[in-house]
């Protein structure tokens, strides 16, 4: 059902036509059919004849004007929302009842080349559209559908225990998408191999479907306290350092005013620091 609603000015107009036409309706009395006061200036018109027939005359053209621009108007309003109708819903339809429906509406359909798998839609029928349903277009426009390629499923590879360098290639080749790559230290699997996979080895998937996986980084490192090297004797104490698995990058020497040669009197990291046996540890000894 379509509204219309008018402009104030044509409701005021109508008006205003109302009241003159009651006034020259009753020609007898000062006042209207209706019960209402009339205008002097019509009152004083409908005294003299032949202004009272040029009146007439001239009120029936200014009726008419108005009643063919109210017309007017009123066919623009109709033929404007005429143009615009409401997109239906297409999903789940085959391509001949998308066509009958739409051609009820002056609208054209066009068919993606690219179908899509999809578990809920049978193969052939319409599984998207473009613009959606409820949205108002212009006749003649053209509805974007895809249709579906059916249910065609895809057991889902396991790739635990094995590289994460060869899981997109392995999943491409299943039809599968890679898709989140998260990191975790582990103890029990060998740095950049796949701890495990959502969804799991055996899982049934469409086409397209996506995979994540969770991929080790290694065992935790273990954490040392840093000890105070400083006064001791370099000799005594880089072999220690080494024996423990501990790695000793630049020694530096340094003149140091009262200390003997050979004498530990800077370190990096410093005494007390958290260190593991992957970082490199510098000394500064006295020459």
């Given at each position: 059902?379509?509204?219309?609603k ?5 409701i005021?107009?109508?008006k ?8 020259f309706k009753?020609?007898e009395s000062e ?6 006061e009339k205008?002097?200036f ?8 032949w ?6 005359s ?11 621009s109210f ?11 005429g143009?615009?109708v409401?997109?239906p819903d ?7 009842g ?14 993606e080349?690219?179908r899509?798998?999809?578990k ?5 029928k319409?599984?998207n ?5 409820g949205?108002?277009?212009k006749r003649n426009?053209?509805?974007?559908v895809t ?6 499923t895809?057991v889902?590879?396991?790739l ?12 491409a080749?299943k039809?599968l ?9 582990c103890d ?17 998937l ?7 996986i969770?991929v ?21 104490v880089?072999?220690?350092i080494?024996?423990?698995?501990f790695?000793i990058?630049n ?17 990096y ?19």
């Amino acid at each position: 059902m379509i509204k219309i609603k008018l402009p104030v000015g044509f409701i005021n107009g109508l008006k205003r036509l109302r009241h003159f036409f009651r006034s020259f309706k009753n020609r007898e009395s000062e006042r209207t059919h209706f019960g209402e006061e009339k205008p002097k200036f019509i009152i004083a018109l409908q005294r003299k004849k032949w202004l009272w027939r040029i009146a007439m005359s001239i009120f029936l053209i200014v009726s008419l004007i108005f009643v063919t621009s109210f017309t007017a108007y009123i066919t623009m309003v109709l033929t404007i929302r005429g143009e615009e109708v409401e997109v239906p819903d297409l999903e789940g339809l085959n391509t001949t009842g998308a066509v009958q429906m739409l051609s009820e509406l002056d609208l054209k359909l066009r068919i993606e080349e690219k179908r899509k798998y999809s578990k809920g839609v049978e193969e052939g029928k319409i599984i998207n559209q473009e613009p959606s349903a409820g949205t108002s277009v212009k006749r003649n426009n053209t509805i974007r559908v895809t249709l579906s390629a059916g249910t065609r499923t895809i057991v889902v590879p396991s790739l635990i225990g094995q590289s994460a360098r060869n899981a997109s290639s392995i999943f491409a080749s299943k039809g599968l998408n890679l898709s989140t790559v998260a990191q975790v230290h582990c103890d029990y699997v060998v740095t950049n191999n796949i701890i495990a996979q959502e969804p799991p080895p055996g899982a049934e998937l469409i086409r397209g479907s996506r995979v994540d996986i969770l991929v080790s980084l290694g065992s935790t490192e273990k954490l040392y306290v840093m000890p105070d090297l400083i006064g001791k004797d370099y000799e005594r104490v880089a072999p220690r350092i080494t024996g423990a698995g501990f790695r000793i990058g630049n020694v530096y020497n340094r003149r140091y005013p009262g200390v003997r040669p050979g004498v530990i009197i800077m370190q990096y990291p410093k005494a007390g620091y958290s260190v593991s046996k992957t970082d490199i540890i510098n000394l500064w000894i006295s020459e």
